[in-house]
């Protein structure tokens, strides 16, 4: 189908628009990818912050200390917001911003900032949604352990508490983790992502329990605070595109969704059972072992909370087909297929399969809480930035997940990655996703054509 053909994708678009509740067409961001001002004003160190001084630890030996300048130029960019139409904002809170020490003595200077952002949100109609935590963590914390410290859901919770008591009467929409596998797995087994340890499999399973109990933690917090409150989390969802639409190939899709692979920390079941469904998945203690927590399967339910959606970061999946033994077998995408600058494969279906699989194991709306691709953008000769890769990428994807829509998912709503090219983490500023291109030098914003086409988008799908 190309994009308007016989008014289909308006029709598609207005279809998944009268979702249950409003459709939160969205963007979402990150404090330590765009903020900046990572010594001023009160703020602690982050993980991050420290991570990013260790040689050869960042693409280039990019830093993360200005950014996107967004401390800055949060108000230009809540009028991007505006202007690009979205009825939701996906931002996280840099802990160590409100409490430099990551407990005790609190930065008001920090909360302050948060307030003017989600009174500007609001003034412009626009519904913030807070991730209570997406990666910086407090150095200070980490200098006593950090996750694998037995009090960390406590402190968490502490700081839950904070955010939702200052915020709770403006804020309803709420998100504890984001991608745990990555701070958990990246950060304290492989090593790529702050704070760079490569712990033994115990202690990394260890820290894992306690990023667990420290979203029960939170959303305890939230429940007892914030009236109204709607919360989810963001891990990532791996989900299997079937090579073929037989029954066969569909089911060994499902069973490769959920299935824990050798990459074991970045399975979705790790880590969606235990917050959407009842506990870790009896594979993690066969494949684990004594590597898991002592107290992992008496605590098994203690994570497990009721919440109102299943959100999940959603970017690419690999191909499956059931082998002629009845395993599963994941070939190689054929050769020349699509890839993101990133070299990520583009596997639109997986927005089709993956809240189909998800709805059906958790019995819940489903929210994608991230989804886009970066690429070379760079300002052309006309003063715009062209992007007709990103266009397609975003139609595409939003077609698949309609297509889940009316296969009779409850899909609530969408956030693209990203709205501002951003810091990148590990990669620096090599990777650009954001619908606005950013000067990383002059700090200066250049919507791409595809901010117009989201834009057209909503607009097309609110029209009555
Ligand atoms: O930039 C990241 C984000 O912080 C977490 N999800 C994936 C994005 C793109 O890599």
């Known amino acids: 189908m190309t994009p308007d053909s016989n008014g289909q994708f ?3 678009m207005q279809s998944l628009n009268k979702s249950k509740e409003s459709f939160s067409w969205g963007v979402a961001t990150a404090s330590a990818q765009i903020e900046g001002a990572a010594e001023i004003d009160g703020k602690g160190l982050s993980t991050w912050d420290q991570f990013c001084k260790g040689p050869g630890n960042i693409y280039q030996g990019h830093q993360i200390t200005r950014a996107c300048d967004h401390y800055h ?7 991007l917001l505006q202007l690009l139409g979205v009825n939701a904002y996906r931002f996280s809170v840099s802990w160590p911003r409100i409490l430099p020490r990551g407990i005790g003595k609190i930065n008001e200077l920090g909360l302050s900032f948060y307030e003017r952002l989600i009174d500007g949100l609001l003034e412009r109609g626009i519904t913030p949604w807070i991730t209570l935590f997406h990666w910086d963590a407090c150095r200070a914390l980490e200098e006593q352990g950090g996750f694998l410290h037995p009090d960390m859901p406590h402190w968490f919770g502490e700081y839950t508490a904070l955010l939702a008591q200052r915020f709770g009467d403006r804020v309803q929409h709420w998100f504890t983790l984001n991608e745990p596998h990555a701070f958990i797995e990246g950060g304290l087994r492989h090593g790529r992502h702050a704070p760079g340890k490569q712990l033994p499999l115990p202690e990394v399973l260890l820290a894992a329990h306690h990023a667990l109990l420290a979203h029960a933690e939170a959303v305890d917090q939230l429940r007892a605070r914030v009236s109204n409150a709607k919360i989810s989390a963001a891990p990532v969802l791996i989900t299997a595109v079937p090579t073929s639409e037989s029954k066969e190939d569909r ?17 979705s079941s ?10 870790y998945p009896e594979e993690a203690f066969r494949i684990f072992g004594d590597a898991m927590p002592q107290v992992a399967q008496t605590e098994r339910s203690k994570m497990c909370r009721p919440l109102d959606y299943c959100g999940f970061n959603l970017y690419d999946a690999p191909l499956v087909k059931r082998g002629p033994d009845g395993g599963l077998e994941f070939p190689s995408p054929p050769p020349g297929s699509p890839q993101t600058a990133f070299q990520w494969p583009i596997t639109e279906e997986a927005h089709y399969y993956g809240p189909l699989f998800a709805a059906e194991r958790y019995k819940l709306p489903i929210l994608i809480t991230e989804n886009g ?13 062209h992007d007709p890769q990103r266009i397609d990428f975003i139609q595409r994807h939003l077609l698949e997940l309609s297509r889940a829509q009316s296969a009779g998912v409850d899909i609530r709503g969408y956030f693209h990655w990203s709205l ?18 950013v000067d990383f030098a002059s700090g200066q914003r250049t919507p791409k054509d595809s901010f117009f086409e989201y834009k057209r988008i909503i607009e097309l799908a609110q029209t009555p």
Do not use: K
């Open 373 to 385: 691709l970066s690429c070379r953008d760079r300002i052309h000769l006309d003063g715009r930035v």
């Open 73 to 79: 130029r949060w108000e230009e960019d809540l009028d």
């Open 251 to 267: 089911e060994a899709a499902r069973e490769a969704t959920f299935v824990m692979q050798n990459d074991v920390l970045r399975s």
């Open 270 to 279: 790790f880590w969606m059972d235990p917050i959407y469904g009842q506990g």
């Open 10 to 12: 308006a029709h598609r």
């Open 420 to 437: 501002l090219d951003n810091f990148e983490w590990n990669h620096g500023y090599r990777e650009r996703f954001g619908l606005v291109h």
